[in-house]
Nanobody, 120 residues
Framework: VQLQASGGGLVQAGGSLRLSCAAS????????VAWFRQSPGKDRDMVAA??????YYADSVKGRFTISRDNAKNTVYLQMDSLKPEDTAIYLC????????????????WGQGTLVTVSS
């Protein structure tokens, strides 16, 4: 199983980015996929998740971020709008069979991460 995250970069506050997580080696439609983010010295926190059961957003990103998936392309997207400097982090995607979990320890598969930097 491989997960490949991409789409990070440098953006000014108020701007937008779209992250992609492309998966291979698994029956994609059967998996929940989540985006986490991690800053230096901080825990890895879940930002958003999607599965056949629905979607989840952390309170800090509700109304600004949108998670979506294209099962035909084995890809999950994270559209990030109205970005803030506090959104700066490495963003990682993770996959787990059937359902998503808040805790990063519950995920079997991880991508390598993509850096998002939001300047003020």
């Amino acid at each position: 199983v491989q997960l490949q995250a991409s789409g990070g970069g440098l953006v000014q506050a108020g701007g937008s980015l779209r992250l992609s997580c492309a998966a291979s080696g698994l029956t994609f439609s059967s998996y929940a996929v989540a985006w986490f983010r991690q800053s230096p010295g901080k825990d890895r926190d879940m930002v958003a998740a999607t599965s056949w059961r629905g979607t989840y957003y952390a309170d800090s990103v509700k109304g600004r971020f949108t998670i979506s998936r294209d099962n035909a392309k084995n890809t999950v997207y994270l559209q990030m709008d109205s970005l803030k400097p506090e959104d700066t982090a490495i963003y990682l995607c993770a996959a787990q069979k059937d359902k998503w979990y808040i805790s990063a320890t519950n995920y079997d598969y991880w991508g390598q991460g993509t850096l998002v930097t939001v300047s003020s």
